[in-house]
């Protein structure tokens, strides 16, 4: 399976600003953004992406909540998911990978990195244990 | 006053009489009321001349006034001479009485003691003849109020008399509260040669006192109180908190020993944990304590009963509600740090992007101030990551996985993580030769994050182009970490700061260097964590090493289980390490 399409989700428009530079000009990824929970899972039905990309904290639904609301949707099942947090705490992480993401990138991170360290990852899951399921948060 | 003297009584009343008669005869004649003429037959005859009247009724008022002057001061003597008997009965019935019921100490006025009674013997524990002839202020205690002994040696050099409370000491050491009378022997026919002292051992009163104050203020303390023996660890008393933890009563709980109160207490553990304070090691012992009701933390001193047996002294603190304050703590730490990198992410990433040329080429001059902001939002990102660090460590979040791991990886990473660092500075980092594998316990990325920090420290501190050499050799049977820089070293009135938090030092050319000065106190913690200890070895203009040693797994070193405070392994200041000239 190819990574392509991206769906990024972020409140902070600056940050979004950033990824977006990080990932279209610099990694040549298919991206798309949302500032919040709801509007990305309404974003995801449509776009279908092959990695979510999600802020945890957000306002109104937090990352988490996403992944599972866009995992249900139909199309989205294999979607993958990486976490990119301010909230650093090795205790914090682990929970989020045993969860099922494939990782999780901290704040700061590196944008002229940022894409290689996407692909890194993605690669990773996919040479060390086939496809990634993603389980059923239900 | 003249009762019981018969002749007395007769005596005064013919002298009074006699003296009446003789005065108004006296006045009579001095008037010229009355010619007295005498004749034997009728006839005028020799009149007696007045003259002679005259003397013969003075003679009589003379010998009457004579009687009755000698009586009077006859009765005034035997007066006397029964008050003197009743006086010496007195002071012979004071002295038996003082000797019987008082602890009496005879002192001469230059201050040596001249007497002290039976009762003093049995309440100083003297022998008879030990004290006698030796200074009075022997029987003073070190807790005896100076200005106090100094008016009691005014009062037994000028013999005034003085009353109050002085701490004293029985020949055995012990403490006596004593309330002291001075009573100066005047005696009116000599000058002063010698003061009594009258003392009334008052210390079991004050103690009653005290022991009540502190058993009513131990009793509603919420920590836990727990006085026991040393030797035999039975209980001699537990405050209402403790009693309610083990479900005793304050009769039970002396019948008990401070073993019953753990279902799994260890008592050769804690012979151990407590041996540094009967060595007098240590004044106080800290351990932390996984009781069935909770995390406990539990300090113990060791101080001496009433009875002079060693006693310990634990002090039982309930670590739940510390827990929950020091949580609130993390989660308001790590709440601001999470507020604070969001913003910097923008910072730094926009910098990035900036210095990267993606968007457009930058002047020389622009991209040297994007350069400078990269560099600080660098050192804020730095201190968030310090702070939050430290904070962890200090609360007991920051969760050690000691598992077997090898300390040439360790050296690799951390080589790795920071040769983009180092290349900043234009500074390189060598290894020098590693072994081909070194097995110890421990936590791996801890542990790098120790070397990290000794080698940014290092890298700061080098010169342009200079070298930081980690090192990584044998060491008895441990393995040995080294990283040395050529740095101007630090100077001798600055090493005793090193490691302490935020002690930021200039080095021994004056400069001072970016980062937080939480670093070396973060390594410290880490270590300590690991049971190892930090030391550095420093010349002025000659550069700066720090060293830390962890156990061989091939050894079998073992590493103790932190939790339970068994590897409570001291951390060596670093100026003593220094002195010791270790490295």
């Given amino acids: 399976m190819t990574l392509r399409r991206i769906l990024h989700v972020d409140d902070d428009e600056d940050i979004r600003t950033i990824v977006e530079i990080a990932l279209k000009v610099v990694g040549d990824f298919e991206l798309r953004q949302c500032r919040d929970g709801l509007s990305a899972i309404a974003e995801a039905q449509a776009y279908k992406p092959d990695l979510l990309l999600l802020d945890v904290m957000m306002p109104d639904v937090s990352g988490q909540e996403v992944r599972a609301e866009i995992a249900k949707l139909p199309g989205c099942e294999t979607a993958e998911t990486i976490y990119v947090t301010a909230k650093a705490e090795d205790d914090f992480t682990d929970k989020l990978r045993a969860d099922g993401a494939l990782d999780v990138i901290t704040k700061p991170f590196d944008p002229m990195t940022l894409a290689s360290e996407i692909r890194d990852i993605w690669q990773r899951a996919r040479r060390g244990t086939g496809p990634v399921s993603v389980p059923d948060p239900g | 006053m003249f009762k019981g003297i018969e002749m007395s009584r007769w005596a005064v009343f013919f002298s009074l009489l006699t003296l009446s008669v003789g005065i108004a005869l006296l006045f009579a004649i001095a008037v010229g009321a009355v010619q007295i003429e005498l004749s034997k037959n009728g006839q005028p005859g020799m009149v007696l001349q007045r003259r002679w009247l005259i003397f013969a009724l003075v003679l009589c008022m003379a010998s009457a006034l004579y009687a009755l002057w000698s009586i009077i001061m006859r009765q005034l003597r035997a007066y006397r001479d029964s008050n003197a008997r009743f006086d010496r009965r007195a002071v012979a019935f004071q002295k038996q009485t003082i000797e019987a019921h008082c602890i009496l100490c005879v002192i001469s006025r230059d201050g040596s003691i ?8 049995d309440a100083f524990g003297f022998e008879p003849g030990e004290i006698e002839g030796q200074s009075w202020q022997l029987l003073l205690d070190s807790q005896a109020n100076t200005q106090i002994c100094a008016s009691v040696e005014r009062s037994i050099a000028h013999g005034g008399a003085w009353t109050g409370e002085l701490f004293l000491a029985r020949k055995n050491g012990e403490s006596m509260v004593a309330n002291i009378s001075l009573a100066p022997e005047n005696l009116s026919d000599r000058p002063y040669e ?153 910072m730094k990433g926009s910098l990035r992007l900036l210095q990267s040329g993606q968007l457009g080429a930058l002047s020389e001059q622009a991209a040297q101030i994007v350069e400078i902001a990269n560099k600080n939002s660098d050192r804020l990102l730095f201190i968030i990551g310090d702070i939050l660090d430290l904070e962890k460590i ?4 920051m969760e050690m996985a000691l598992d077997e791991i090898d300390l040439v990886d360790v050296a690799h990473d951390a080589v790795e993580l920071n040769g983009r660092y180092a290349d900043g500075f234009n500074v390189a980092i060598e290894t020098g030769a590693l072994p081909q594998t070194a097995k110890s316990v421990g936590d791996h ?41 050529d740095g101007p070293g630090i ?45 550095f070895d420093s010349k002025v203009g000659g550069g700066t090493a720090f060293y830390f040693s962890l156990p061989d797994r091939g050894c079998g070193a073992p590493l103790g289980h932190i939790a339970n405070g068994e590897a409570h392994a001291k951390v060596v200041p670093l100026e003593a390490a220094a002195a010791q000239g270790r490295g």
Wanted: charged letters at 30%; hydrophobic letters at 35%.
């Fill in chain 2, 394 to 397: 200090r609360a007991g979040k």
């Fill in chain 2, 445 to 485: 990325n801890r542990l790098v994050q120790v070397l990290t920090n000794l080698l940014t420290n290092a890298v700061k501190h080098s010169p342009e182009s200079g070298t930081v050499r980690l090192g990584l050799s044998r060491d008895g049977d441990a393995w040995r970490f080294s990283v040395a820089d």
């Fill in chain 2, 114 to 121: 001249e007497r002290v009674n039976a009762n003093f013997h």
């Fill in chain 2, 491 to 535: 100077p001798e009135d600055k090493r005793h700061l090193i490691g302490r938090p935020f002690a930021q030092l200039a080095g021994a050319d004056g400069q001072k260097r970016e980062g937080t000065g939480l670093g070396l106190s973060i390594v410290k913690k880490i270590l300590r964590k690991h049971g190892a200890k930090l030391y």
């Fill in chain 2, 194 to 346: 010698r003061t009594l002292m009258l003392v009334t051992d008052i210390t079991r009163n004050r103690m009653a006192e005290r022991d009540h104050f502190l058993s009513t203020t131990l009793e509603e303390l919420h920590d836990e109180i727990y006085v026991y023996e040393a030797d035999t660890l039975h209980i001699r008393y537990l405050n209402r908190a403790a009693r309610r933890r083990c479900g005793w009563t304050p009769e039970t709980a002396k019948t008990q020993a401070i073993s019953d109160t753990l279902p799994d207490f260890n008592v050769a553990l804690f012979r151990k944990h407590t041996q540094p304070l009967l060595s007098g090691k240590k004044e106080t012992v800290m351990i932390e304590l996984t009781h069935p009701a909770g995390a406990v933390e539990v300090a113990t001193r060791l101080t001496k009963g009433a009875d002079g047996k060693k006693q310990f002294v634990s002090v039982l603190r309930d670590l739940a509600h510390r827990k929950e304050i020091e949580d609130a703590k993390i989660e308001t730490v790590s709440m601001i740090s999470h507020e604070l990198r969001a913003p910097l992410t923008s």
